[in-house]
């Protein structure tokens, strides 16, 4: 059975870092590309980050070149390393499936990020 558990978010100040972590179990990395989510209240929920079977990663232009999304393959874990964080990174991270290849499963709990000074 697939399971998603998001963990990691928390309060910081502008400028802070964070690392998100997406449990898993269920789920093969080396088959299925995974990607990270943000939803903000009333907006849709969006990919910012994938990372593909064979490791590539994609971001969407707000959050390139200050996330990092990772994973362990063998545990198997999905990280997103967060830095140099605005306000506007505010929301609800999720994790799953990259919607782009594979239908997204049942989404989990997700973690609250909040940038504010």
């Known amino acids: 059975q697939v399971q998603l558990v998001e963990s990691g978010g928390g309060l910081v100040q502008p400028g802070g870092s964070l690392k998100l972590s997406c449990t898993t179990s269920g789920i093969d990395f080396s088959v299925y590309p995974m990607a990270w989510y943000r939803q903000t209240p009333g907006n849709v929920r969006e990919l910012i980050a994938a990372?593909?079977?064979?490791?590539?990663?994609r971001y969407v232009d707000s959050v390139k070149g200050r996330f990092t999304i990772s994973r362990d393959v063998a545990k198997p874990i999905l990280y997103l390393q967060m830095n140099s964080l605005k306000p506007d990174d505010t929301a609800i991270y999720y994790c799953n499936y990259d919607n782009t290849w594979v239908r997204p499963h049942l989404w989990g709990q997700g973690t609250q990020v909040t940038v504010s000074s």
């Open positions: 990372i593909r079977t064979a490791g590539t990663t």
